[in-house]
């Protein structure tokens, strides 16, 4: 399910501090890295007197090695690297897209450096862009990440994107002997559906699946924050969606302020 994936970094510090963390992606038979970094010209957009092919040839030069280095640290891990070189130069949500699509990856892993103002909030991040643009898996990694998946919460509202990010879930905890919480929010005014979480409970217990029910009340993004801080949990599963309001999706807001990595299918 996983033979394949993209790491995506800007090189910056917080990027390269979730490297080790890769690591973590043994128990899921990853077989083959894909190293990205994107030289950002939104940045330099707008600007007069700048030559941009002399800013992408010097950022090219300083590139080049850092991402060799980063591959020389991933097959030490055991994995087979494969950096992009040169590197691709425009807006980073594309090309992350765009390179994800044309390696046929399984799963694109990036950092977030997070986001607090509320004009940042408004512009997203670029893992929330990627989130929205691909269709693929994205596993957001937080700080020095370490047991990623030991401890899964899975967003759980019984819709049919979250039994497709269910099947992901299933996949991960036998992969890799997670537990799992199914944390299902109500909203306002909504009665609990007891039976159809015993059945989501008795159906991952079936496979083997060590899994708990927690509900929660009140704003589904806020709950499953709080949730996984609460249970310890090393990482949350939830269903992305290509609607929400100004202020984003749930799973943008989870990318936003969960402590643990986001995996976002």
């Known amino acids: 399910m996983f033979k394949k994936v993209l790491y995506a970094t800007d090189l910056s510090e917080k990027s ?3 490297l080790d963390a890769l690591q973590e992606f043994k128990c899921l038979n990853v077989e083959e890295i894909v190293i990205l970094r994107v030289i950002n010209l939104t940045r330099i957009t707008g600007f007069g007197g700048i030559d941009i092919e002399a800013y992408i040839r010097e950022i090219e030069k300083e590139t080049i090695p850092r991402l060799e280095e980063i591959s020389e640290r991933i097959r030490s891990m055991g994995f087979a690297a494969k950096p992009i070189v040169p590197p691709p130069a425009g807006d980073p949500v594309g090309e992350i897209v765009k390179v994800a699509n044309k390696e046929n990856v399984d799963a694109i892993v ?3 450096r997070g986001r607090s103002t509320i004009k940042a909030i408004l512009l997203g991040s670029t893992a929330e862009g990627v989130v929205r643009n691909s269709d693929k898996p994205v596993v957001v990694l937080k700080g020095k990440a370490f047991k990623v998946f030991s401890k899964i919460v ?4 019984f819709s049919e994107r979250c039994e497709y990010v269910g099947k992901f879930v299933k996949f ?3 992969s890799c002997n997670s537990e799992v919480i199914v944390a299902h929010v109500l909203e306002k005014g909504e009665i609990i559906e007891e039976s159809k979480l015993d059945e989501i409970e008795q159906d991952f217990r079936s496979e083997g699946i060590n899994v708990e029910i927690v509900v929660g009340e009140g704003n589904p993004s806020k709950e499953i ?5 609460k249970e310890g949990a090393t990482c949350i599963f939830v269903g992305r969606s290509r609607e929400g309001g100004i ?3 749930t799973a943008d807001f989870v990318i936003r302020y969960s402590k643990v990595p986001v995996f976002v299918a």
């Not at 899975?154 to 509202?157: H, P």
């Not at 924050?225 to 801080?229: G, P, Y």
């Open 110 to 112: 990036m950092g977030s």
């Open 225 to 229: 924050v709080r949730i996984a801080e």
């Open 154 to 157: 899975y967003a759980y509202d």
């Open 16 to 18: 390269l501090a979730i």
């Open 172 to 174: 991960v905890a036998k």
């Open 247 to 249: 202020l984003g999706s």
